[in-house]
């Protein structure tokens, strides 16, 4: 009976947004590092840049990461402590808080929704492949054939 008031539009607009929402880490299984297939517009073989170049953004992307990692651990450190503090000015900083016009997806409600309708699990999708550098130990001594798949 409830089934038949919830219009297969709103079954829609509920499993869309769901679909949008990239899963909590506490949500998804541990599962074991694979690799992505590589995403659509790479380079074509002719277009690769010069090894130097490559070289050069790898490395310029390990110290961003590194720092951004750097950042994040400092902030979760301080968060510590500010996050417990009431509202108020401490010595030269004001601390408040305001409210976020950020929105996601509740999942016990949407979950409870495709439940009470019989609608089977929530639909998920996974999160979109992570870029990863790695600087090698050695230099290989022939440099890789670049073979267009």
């Not at 979109?128 to 267009?148: D, F, Q, W």
């Amino acid at each position: 009976m409830l089934k038949s008031l919830i219009p297969s539009r709103l079954v829609t607009i509920v499993s869309d947004a769901v679909r949008s929402v990239v899963a909590p880490a506490s949500l998804m299984a541990e599962a074991p590092t694979t690799a992505a297939p590589d995403p659509a517009g790479l380079y074509e073989v002719d277009e690769v840049p010069p090894v130097a170049d490559v070289e050069a953004a790898a490395a310029a992307f390990d110290v961003a990461a590194q720092q951004a990692r750097a950042g994040d651990r400092g902030k979760r450190a301080a968060k510590k402590i500010l996050d417990r503090l009431p509202a108020g000015r401490y010595g030269s900083w004001l601390v408040t808080r305001t409210v976020s016009n950020r929105q996601t997806a509740d999942l016990d409600a949407i979950r409870a929704i495709f439940k009470a309708n019989g609608l089977g699990p929530v639909p998920m999708k996974s999160s979109a492949p992570s870029l990863k550098v790695e600087r090698l130990a050695e230099v290989p001594a022939v440099a890789p054939v670049l073979i267009a798949a």
